[in-house]
């Protein structure tokens, strides 16, 4: 999506450790124009298909998620971080590595939110090794729901988890992927799409 | 709001000690038709502040502060909790103690994010005994700039938090205000608004 990536291009910042840092509009301060434009195009990309649900996880793909899910007339289950085991029977749980904090979080969603009825389309905003996403993947299949497809605003192409989410078959559309960054001079190469 | 009300009687569930569950539209799934409504409600009730920026707290927060960042046309910031020392210069931090979960966190918002030129309303989840109003109401002091109000979505009026927040002067919008629960028989009483 040209006007994400000129975004970037304008406003990110590259920082040594293959950091994109996109927090003056993606992932702390929010830009609402911006969230609307990329949910109309996710509804574009997934026309068709049977979406009666987004899923996210907290807590910096719930602004997107929550735009995306006006634009598509449905609810928004975003599911919850735990550093501590729940036993909880109400709650489907998955593991979730975290690269950016070195922790292990329980990942949490609702029995009541998410079954065999639902046709999720997963949202959030970063996609590097892609173990929030695997991690999403996992809730969805326990609960028996569908996924329809997995809409990501921006893509770190130089890392494993697009591929690894490509190759199950799923419908990924990140609608920035970036393929390379140099810290030295902020230059950032985007993947034609 | 009248809406929201009848939601709450309709699908909010009254537990022990004084809990009042309302995960299946406002914190866990969030249902965006609902939160519009809202959103246009506050519209109405801040009419003719000169509002450019809302502030909310992760992570149930974001999903309401979205849409009322929409309907008012600005940005949203959303505070970000840390359980450890946060010693960044480029942040404001904060500390909140949660009653929920018993534990003392850091709360930080970018210094790029926030500053005295702006004018900000704060949007959350829940009011109770005010912790994390208070605490992001200290974050906007510090970074000089002004609180043009607080919209919240449901404030327990039998605890300290709404009056504390009425005494400093602030416009306080609590779009449902719950004066009394009772667990056996699940009744909710509302404050007349």
Redesign the interface.
Known sequence: MKKLEERILKDGIVRSGNVLKV???IN??????L??EMAKEWKRLFAGKPINKILTI??SG??I???V??EF??????A?KSMSINLDYDNYCTQIQSFTHGKVYDVI??R??LGPEDHVLIIDDFLANGCALLGLLNLVNVAGAVVEGIGVAVEKGFQKGGDMIREKGIQLESLAIVESMDEENGTIIFREQ
């Open positions: 927090d003056s509009f702390h301060q929010m830009d609402m124009e969230f609307e907290e807590a719930i602004g998620a929550a735009i899910a006006k007339g449905v609810p928004v289950v975003f919850k969603v609702s009541k939110f």
